[in-house]
């Protein structure tokens, strides 16, 4: 048996970028800083992860998340691979989000631009909204 599960909670390091493949699906990139922590407590290291959004999920986070916003990510790792111009396999491993929630405002540290509630990329601040994994609103 094997298990490939990510939970990740941490800020955007940049905006969203929003882009269609050529078939028309919606895809958001993200980049995501988590930090790590020294058994003191203290801040230890910012790690970085590239997180690949799609279809309808995709959309709502690229209206409604900005750089420094808190989010949870959930997915998979994958991992793709190319041959670059001078002929060299490059690899990039990314995680291929399934759920996304809002968990705090953009920029504040401590939430207190949104309030630090749980909020859904399908609905604006204030309002109770689905899951992102559930079907899209009619608005």
Known sequence: ???????L??????????R???????????????ERWTREGEPDDVEWHRVVVWEQTAER????LKKGRLVAVEGRLSTRSWDDQDGRKRYLTEVVA???SFLSGGGARDGAEE????Q?????????GPAL??????F
């Open 120 to 128: 859904s990329a399908a609905q604006p601040a204030g309002r109770p």
């Open 115 to 118: 309030g630090s509630e749980e």
């Open 20 to 34: 269609r493949t050529r078939t028309g699906k919606s895809v958001c990139s993200l980049r995501l800083a988590t």
């Open 98 to 100: 399934a759920r996304v």
């Open 133 to 138: 994994d559930a079907e899209p609103l009619p």
């Open 9 to 18: 909670v941490g800020r955007l390091g940049a905006d969203p970028e929003m």
């Open 61 to 64: 986070c690229g209206l409604y």
């Open 1 to 7: 048996m094997s298990v490939n599960n990510v939970c």
